[in-house]
Structures are given as structure tokens and as C-alpha cells.
T-cell receptor, first 117, second 112 residues
Framework: GAVVSQHPSRVICKSGTSVKIECRSLDFQATTMFWYRQFPKQSLMLMATSNEGSKATYEQGVEKDKFLINHASLTLSTLTVTSAHPEDSSFYIC?????????????FGPGTRLLVL | GENVEQHPSTLSVQEGDSAVIKCTYSDSASNYFPWYKQELGKGPQLIIDIRSNVGEKKDQRIAVTLNKTAKHFSLHITETQPEDSAVYFCAASENYGQNFVFGPGTRLSVLP
């Protein structure tokens, strides 16, 4: 199998606070993890790519100081939304590649719905 | 960079009929084309994928065809069932599991 989990599944926070979202690969080691954002009725937009033990690579237009990514181990990556504002409300989804599989697909987590009041 | 278009944006079919969703891509270097199904409030689930060295792949009621020359690939679902109702996304990548570019999605409704 290739199961990816996310925690929490949904979170509501006040404007100005920080929120941390965890992404875990449960039954495999992940060389690379990806973070996406999805607004209602829209497609998935890649925010950043992270490799274990190195700095994340952010897509154009994504503020690295606002969306902090830590890929501390081969099974865990975290996304911290700092000083969240209502416009950060979205569905955040992570995915992962299996370690050792050069031609492997991305396995997606169930997503985290963030609502900033 | 890569650009992926997807049609139609919405599709309604009667239960038992077939559904076809088409995607076109712009980067001839793309070599991997997955299809994902996303149900409301959930993450995308891989349903089928195809690599550039293959023209067609089938898995039970689901098939994908790839035309590299025309740079388009299609998802075919036969004998549709109400549980097939979801949003379907195609994606293209020039580096297999990396650098996915997603299409805008197709909302499929299977009417009982």
C-alpha cells in the first residue's frame, strides 16, 4: 500500500494565529513530499516541494516565510501557516513519492480544511 | 512551462453509459499522465496512469489512451455507476512522479 495521512482534517483559527498541518507516509518512506492548495471548485495548485533534510522549493508567488515547511524525516512533513488571514482559508493537501522508486507516482493525503476567521 | 487543459468541465451521463474526459498538454517532454478521482471533501485518489511509452492502458471499467503526437490523453469509464460521480483531474509530468501540472477538473455526475 501507499497510505498518506494528514492531521488535523480540519481546523478553524483566528486571524493572526499560526496553524501547523502534519503529513505522514504511513507504510512507506517518502523521498519527496509536496504541498498543494485547492480553493473551492478549483484545481490543485502546487505550493512547494520538500525533500527530507533539505530546504523546500517554493513555487512562484508562494511566500516561504508565510508557509513554513519542515521535512524532518522520511515519513513526516509539516506545513505551518504563519499569521493566518481569511484569504489563507483553503483545502491543503500533501502528497508523497516512495523512496527508491524513480518512476513512482504521487500518493495524496486526505487533505486539511483550514478556515481562518 | 507545461499547460494542461481538460474538457468537458462538467459531464452528466445515465447510469450504465460511458463517460469520456479529454486532456491536452503543451510540453512534448511530458512522459507521465495520471488520472485522479476526488470526492467532496477528500484528497485525490489515483485511478489509473499511463507512461509515454504506452498508447493505452485498461483496468476493469477504466481505460486511458494517449496520443503523443497530438499531445492529448483521455479517460474512458464504461458502465458508469452512481459511485463514479466525483471530480476527475488529469495531470502531466515531465519527470514521472515529480512536477505534476493538473488540469482544471471535470465534474462527473452519473444519474441513476
Amino acid at each position: 500500500g501507499a497510505v498518506v495521512s494528514q492531521h488535523p482534517s480540519r481546523v478553524i483559527c483566528k486571524s493572526g494565529t499560526s496553524v501547523k498541518i502534519e503529513c505522514r507516509s504511513l507504510d512507506f518512506q517518502a523521498t519527496t513530499m509536496f504541498w498543494y492548495r485547492q480553493f473551492p471548485k478549483q484545481s490543485l495548485m502546487l505550493m512547494a516541494t520538500s525533500n527530507e533534510g533539505s530546504k523546500a522549493t517554493y513555487e512562484q508567488g508562494v511566500e516561504k516565510d508565510k508557509f513554513l515547511i519542515n521535512h524532518a524525516s522520511l515519513t513526516l512533513s509539516t506545513l505551518t501557516v504563519t499569521s493566518a488571514h481569511p484569504e489563507d482559508s483553503s483545502f491543503y493537501i500533501c502528497s508523497a513519492n516512495k523512496r527508491g522508486s524513480l518512476q513512482e507516482t504521487q500518493y495524496f493525503g486526505p487533505g486539511t480544511r483550514l478556515l481562518v476567521l | 512551462g507545461e499547460n494542461v487543459e481538460q474538457h468537458p468541465s462538467t459531464l452528466s451521463v445515465q447510469e450504465g453509459d460511458s463517460a469520456v474526459i479529454k486532456c491536452t498538454y503543451s510540453d512534448s517532454a511530458s512522459n507521465y499522465f495520471p488520472w485522479y478521482k476526488q470526492e467532496l471533501g477528500k484528497g485525490p485518489q489515483l485511478i489509473i496512469d499511463i507512461r509515454s511509452n504506452v498508447g493505452e492502458k485498461k483496468d476493469q471499467r477504466i481505460a486511458v489512451t494517449l496520443n503523443k503526437t497530438a499531445k492529448h490523453f483521455s479517460l474512458h469509464i464504461t458502465e458508469t455507476q452512481p459511485e463514479d460521480s466525483a471530480v476527475y483531474f488529469c495531470a502531466a509530468s515531465e519527470n514521472y512522479g515529480q512536477n505534476f501540472v493538473f488540469g482544471p477538473g471535470t465534474r462527473l455526475s452519473v444519474l441513476p
